[in-house]
């Protein structure tokens, strides 16, 4: 069965780590350059201050980013998220939201750069919002990208 940004998102909601977390994925882009991820603060995801607990903040933000890049490159690469940080900026209360966008052209930029193998790091970032539109959380992301073996071996191009 072919992994569809819908069915994705649906799976990806239904996958234990996030549906007891309280994280729901709204939607992955056709193209796969935009998803949007929402955390529902409650009993179990807030914290002793009865705000949004950290730890879900940055389970929220988790795979995203490597997911928009390694479903545009393909799978000729090995794509991992390697490193993230997360500076709070307000308490966190009520339906939070995570925008992620990884356009077509950096995703061709980061395939560029990591031909022939090369091992790419590259950082994104986001932002947190709660309902009101005030950023809770400023998030960065660094992703790890490479050719793989196979088939630069296969290019004649092993580095």
């Not at 179990?44 to 795979?63: C, E, H, L, Q, W």
Request: charged share 30%.
């Amino acid at each position: 069965m072919k992994v569809t940004p819908r069915r994705l998102a649906i799976g990806m909601s239904l996958w234990a780590p996030n549906l007891f977390s309280g994280i729901r994925i709204r939607r992955f882009s056709e193209d796969w350059t935009h998803a949007t991820v929402e955390l529902h603060v409650n009993l179990i995801t807030r914290n002793y201050v009865k705000t949004a607990f950290g730890g879900s903040m940055s389970a929220m933000t988790d795979p995203y980013f490597f997911m928009l890049v390694m479903h545009q490159l393909g799978r000729d690469y090995v794509v991992w998220d390697t490193r993230g940080e997360i500076e709070f900026l307000k308490p966190g209360r009520g339906v939070l939201t995570a925008e992620f966008h990884v356009s077509k052209e950096k995703a061709a930029e980061l395939r560029e750069r990591a031909h022939g193998g090369t091992k790419v790091l590259e950082w994104f970032e986001t932002v947190i919002t709660d309902r009101d539109g005030d950023i809770v959380a400023r998030v960065r992301r660094e992703v790890y990208i490479r050719e793989k073996k196979r088939v630069t071996t296969a290019r004649g191009t092993d580095r």
